[in-house]
């Protein structure tokens, strides 16, 4: 399912609380949205599953930061 950019999923969005973001210095929200980091970042833990946006819309996959827009091979 396609995820919108609105300020109710940015609200919800965990991409900030992620040790994967944090520790990589990533910014921006809702890559599962918007896309991969423009960064390429290590691997530090994925907070996707918790995320009220990536339940909410029934999302699969991880590392949106990483791989991309979910629903478009976003396992790692």
């Known amino acids: 399912m396609t995820v ?5 999923n940015k609200k919800k969005c965990l991409c ?3 040790r994967t973001y944090t520790y990589n210095g990533l910014r921006g929200r809702l890559f ?3 896309g991969k ?5 290590q691997v530090k833990g ?3 599953p918790s995320c009220p946006v ?3 819309h029934k999302l699969s996959g991880y590392y949106f930061c990483i791989k991309g827009v979910a629903g478009k091979s ?3």
């Open 4 to 8: 919108s950019v609105t300020p109710e």
């Open 16 to 18: 900030g609380t992620c």
């Open 32 to 34: 599962c949205s918007i």
């Open 37 to 41: 980091s423009e960064k390429t970042p």
């Open 46 to 48: 994925c907070v996707c």
């Open 54 to 56: 990536f339940i909410e």
């Open 74 to 76: 976003s396992v790692l």
